[in-house]
């Protein structure tokens, strides 16, 4: 049974930093892709983040591009999500999802991806 457990979400101001955690039981993540995504109240899911298990490629949408950086650890079957210069139109709710099907990481964080999600760890941005 796939298990996805976040943490590290908070409250910090503009401009502050956070970086999330999402420990996985289950399944080895050296052979899945895994993502983070966001849904804030009234908007669309989005797939901010994705890493590929094939060559550690990474993909990062636009929205978050420069600020935020994806890794894992291969050991603590653990993926990260240190995000920097957090802004207003950043809080929601951050995700990390695996489909354990989809390599490519621009489509594991695609409007069609349907992985796997852990409960989810409120991100609010505020001063």
């Known amino acids: 049974q796939v298990q996805l457990v976040e943490s590290g979400g908070g409250l910090v101001q503009p401009g502050g930093s956070l970086r999330l955690s999402c420990t996985v039981s289950g399944i080895t993540l050296d052979y899945y892709t895994i993502g983070w995504f966001r849904q804030a109240p009234g908007k669309e899911r989005e797939g901010i983040s994705c890493i590929s298990n094939d060559d550690d490629s990474t993909y990062y949408a636009e929205s978050v591009k420069g600020r935020v950086t994806i890794s894992r650890d291969y050991a603590k079957n653990t993926v990260y999500l240190q995000m920097n210069s957090l802004k207003p139109e950043d809080p929601a709710v951050y995700y990390c999802?695996?489909?354990?099907?989809?390599?490519?990481?621009?489509?594991?964080?695609?409007?069609?991806?349907?992985?796997?999600w852990g409960q989810g760890t409120q991100v609010t941005v505020s001063s």
């Open positions: 999802g695996t489909d354990l099907y989809t390599i490519a990481v621009d489509k594991a964080c695609g409007p069609d991806a349907d992985p796997y």
